[in-house]
């Protein structure tokens, strides 16, 4: 499947590969990962954030004896080599870590991936074996005071000197992760003031100095300092990439840190999971534990559903940038080349996990500061830190507005180009609506049949819906903000059923239908609220720019393609609170 083609075309659960079928390889990376974190980063948590002396660089070091810093790098540069799905399991399990997984993403991601990908091989020879092991760390620079989504517009400038030797940067970038301990810094720059261009710039460089460190509302922990460039002297060699091609680095990079960000989010989900059941069954109001009233067990439950509908599709997208990445190493691209182009397929995949997993996790910080009561509110349990660390996800790799905004570009610009054929099924919807509803059922006997008619069913909502905005706007459509976030809300919430869909369709074929009760009660209760997060989406879209004729008939439309078995959503609830509190933690 390309990317984009899960709005036209139907996936098969056969072909899916799903966290269930994890190699042995897959476990134990996860399993070091898991066991570092609960030596090395939980115990440490209050000190990481009195961000104490050394103490970040410490554990990042002892991360990179491991390994766990290299999992991406290929091997000839100190790396493991692995493929995409055991970086993102490594990233889920650190995603536990609060401000230690923001360093260490900023590290192993937008620090160092530039060079892998960008780098000469002299640069890559030079760099990154030290950033594999962690001697060195990493940052990079690219957001400045006054641009920060509209990153192109950054004034930082270089110019090269006379004797053609060294660019001399000036300029100031905000923000920057790890800056505080950096060896090494990504910089943007504009030569001439006009070509946007990567440097990797050193730390003892002439003329680099760091403000002082940000006071944040969360993940404190995280060095966040401004980058200054006063006549700072880089060696002309140390230009990254393509002179007036930084834009290249600045927007690939981010497809990769996208993903990874939504399985930080997706780990760190988890552990708050755990952490409220455990809560829930321990505290007693009433003489009761609250976990046993219906209003605490609805949380525990909504909150699971997400984590596992995330994980569903952050594993389905893996698996699709690990296949292509396989198919592009097999057209004779290197293994940085061939990841860099995988990631770049699924760039609308990632920008939508992106919103997807910080939504999650932003959601279940919010319950579990909820169900921990007075005590969610207090500094000294563990809530506050995770609902404070939670926040900044949906700010950086790109604003949720912004990764919105890119999952519907993104996918216009790729009909337009004729690699995404939107326009035949968006008219093919439009005819199907002037027709008498088709109502004969297929083989309902077909697990989960009425589940693959509804995410059918919801394609054909989103299709028409963003079909009818491009016909009405062209190329006006890109200010009809409020539409494409509509568009995008509708693409996100479909894509995410329909990979939670074939995930447990996947489980049954494997290990069969009791194995899946409470799992298809989980998805029933998702079928059920994508419906409507759907129809609403759709229909705030369509009373936006429709009239007349046209608004009913597209109105009807939707409500026939969100249209789901009726299922009695408490009991289906129910059923997954008891599995966690069964299990005493988050257990799907
Ligand atoms: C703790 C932290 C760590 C960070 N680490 C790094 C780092 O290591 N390196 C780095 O380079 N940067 C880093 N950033 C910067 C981060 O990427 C930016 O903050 C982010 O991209 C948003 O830019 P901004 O803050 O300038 O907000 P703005 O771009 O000013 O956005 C403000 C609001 O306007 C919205 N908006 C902006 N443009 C549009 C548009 N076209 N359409 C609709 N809505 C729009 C945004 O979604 C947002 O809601 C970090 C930021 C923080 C807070």
Redesign the pocket.
């Known amino acids: 499947m390309k990317g984009g083609e899960f709005l036209i075309k139907d996936s098969r659960a056969e072909d899916l590969f799903i966290p269930e079928e994890m190699n042995e390889e897959h476990r134990m990376m996860a399993d070091m990962a898991n066991d570092f974190l609960d030596k090395e980063v939980t115990p440490y948590l209050d000190r990481i954030d009195a961000q104490e002396e050394g103490l970040m660089q410490s554990i990042l070091d002892k991360a990179g004896a491991l390994g766990l810093l290299s999992v991406s790098l290929p091997e000839e540069y100190g790396g493991l080599g692995k493929d995409f799905t055991t970086g993102m399991l490594i990233t889920e399990a650190l995603g536990a870590g609060h401000s230690f997984s923001?360093a260490m993403a900023?590290h192993t991601g937008?620090?160092t991936l530039p060079i892998l990908y960008y780098g000469t091989d002299a640069q890559k020879k030079k760099y990154l074996p030290k950033l594999a092991t962690g001697e060195w760390k990493a940052?990079?620079?690219?957001?400045e005071?006054?641009?920060?989504?509209?990153?192109l517009a950054a004034k930082t400038k270089a110019i090269l000197e006379s004797d053609g030797k060294n660019y001399v940067l000036n300029g100031q970038?905000?923000?920057?992760?790890?800056?505080g301990f950096a060896d090494l810094f990504i910089v943007?720059a504009q030569i001439d003031g006009d070509k946007f261009t990567g440097f990797i710039v050193e730390k003892n460089a002439v003329g680099l100095s760091l403000g002082n460190e940000?006071h944040?509302m969360?993940?404190k922990g995280?060095s966040?300092r401004q980058v200054f460039f006063s006549d700072c002297k880089v060696p002309a060699e140390n230009v990254l990439g393509e002179i007036g091609k930084g834009h290249l680095i600045a927007f690939n990079i981010l497809n990769i840190g996208r993903a990874k960000l939504a399985a930080a989010a997706l780990g760190a989900s988890k552990k708050v999971c755990s952490t409220s059941i455990a809560y829930a069954l321990g505290r007693e109001q009433f003489k009761i534990p609250i976990a046993k009233f219906g209003a605490i067990r609805y949380k525990l439950a909504e909150q699971a559903i997400r984590v596992f509908a995330c994980e569903s599709a952050m594993f389905r997208i893996s698996d699709y940038i690990d296949e292509k990445e396989k198919a592009l190493i097999a057209e004779g691209k290197n293994f940085s080349q061939a990841l860099l182009g995988a990631a770049e397929e699924y760039a609308v995949e990632c920008a939508m996990l992106k919103v997807y997993g910080s939504e999650t996790l932003d959601y279940v910080v919010d319950e579990g500061v909820q169900i921990f009561g007075g005590y969610g509110f207090s500094a000294d349990y563990p809530m506050d830190r995770a609902y404070r660390d939670s926040r900044?996800n949906r700010?950086?790799?790109?604003?949720?507005?912004?990764n919105r905004?890119l999952t519907v570009d993104m996918l216009l610009k790729r009909a337009m180009k004729g690699q995404l054929d939107l326009m035949t099924p968006a008219m093919n919807v439009q005819k199907e609506l002037m027709e008498i509803p088709d109502t004969s059922e297929g083989d309902a006997s077909q697990p989960f049949f009425a589940e693959y008619k509804a995410i059918a069913n919801f394609k054909k909502a989103t299709l028409m819906v963003a079909g009818a905005a491009v016909q009405k706007f062209m190329m006006q459509l890109a200010k009809e903000?409020e539409i494409l976030m509509n568009v995008a809300d509708m693409a996100i919430n479909l894509f995410v059923a329909e990979s939670t869909l074939l995930r447990i369709h996947r489980l049954l074929q494997l290990k069969g239908n009791d194995a899946v009760t409470v799992h298809t009660q989980m998805l029933q209760v998702l079928m059920n609220d994508t419906a409507d997060r759907i129809n609403i989406a759709g229909k705030n879209a369509i009373q936006s720019f429709a009239e007349g004729d046209e608004m009913r008939m597209m109105m009807l439309g939707l409500k026939r393609f969100t249209k789901v078995n009726l299922v009695n959503t408490r009991d289906g609830r129910r059923a997954v609170a008891k599995a966690l509190t069964d299990n005493g933690k988050y257990c799907f």
């Open positions: 923001v900023a937008i620090g940052s990079y620079c690219l957001t005071p006054g641009s920060g989504s509209d990153a970038k905000m923000w920057i992760t790890n800056a943007f940000e944040k969360g993940i995280s966040t900044i700010i950086f790799e790109g604003t949720n507005e912004i905004l903000q």
